[in-house]
């Protein structure tokens, strides 16, 4: 019967120690983990913590900012943008009558602006970063006698390799958001564009 007794009181006091010495590990593990490690191991179950959720934000905020600065102007629309000229799709450049005045425009009648951070006659277009919004007016020879046009016409390469044509040394782009031929709306955006003038 002793011995009975003996064999229990081992078996209890093992399990008590076992039991003492689990607590004390997950005490020392959740007390040196670090928000680092709470982050990853939250991340990894699908879950978040405030260091997660705050990069999560920040990283959103970024992104819809760089959109927010390279997408076309609010009501742009997928049919806007197929609507505008691909680059070198006009064969010329003619000068039309517009509620503005006198523009330029692409044979097919698509308004053509000029860029205010351009220089005049440096060869270089400013706008290349801009392409998805204000393609550029890419023919493979300069225009010629266009009645009612004075300047003089030119055709550049840029550092993208493609083609731009230049009025009075100032590339000529499109705008995304003019859906037909006449429509002027990136007439004055941002300060800076401006309709194309003879």
């Known amino acids: 019967m002793s011995q009975g007794r003996s064999r229990w009181s081992k078996f209890a006091l093992n399990a008590t120690a076992l039991l003492a010495a689990t607590a004390l590990t997950a005490a020392a593990c959740s007390s040196s983990t670090s928000d680092k490690d709470k982050t990853a191991t939250a991340a990894a179950k699908g879950g978040s913590t405030p260091a997660a959720t705050v990069g999560a934000t920040k990283a959103a905020a970024t992104v819809a900012a ?51 951070n351009d220089v005049a006659g440096n060869g270089k277009s400013a706008g290349e970063a801009l392409t998805a919004v204000w393609p550029p007016l890419a023919l493979s020879a300069a225009p010629s006698g266009v009645a009612g046009a004075t300047g003089a016409w030119a055709v550049i390469t840029r550092a993208d390799g493609k083609t731009q044509v230049t009025y009075k040394g100032l590339p000529l782009y499109y705008f995304v958001n003019d859906k037909a031929a006449g429509d002027t709306k990136g007439d004055k955006v941002q300060g800076v564009w401006f309709v194309a003038v003879p």
Request: hydrophobic share 50%; glycine share 10%; proline share 4%.
């Open 66 to 116: 760089t959109k927010a600065a390279t997408t076309p102007a609010a009501g742009a629309t997928t049919a806007a943008t197929a609507a505008a000229p691909a680059a070198g799709a006009a064969t010329g450049v003619k000068v039309a009558d517009s509620a503005l005045g006198k523009i330029l425009v692409d044979s097919a009648g698509f308004t053509l602006y000029t860029f205010k």
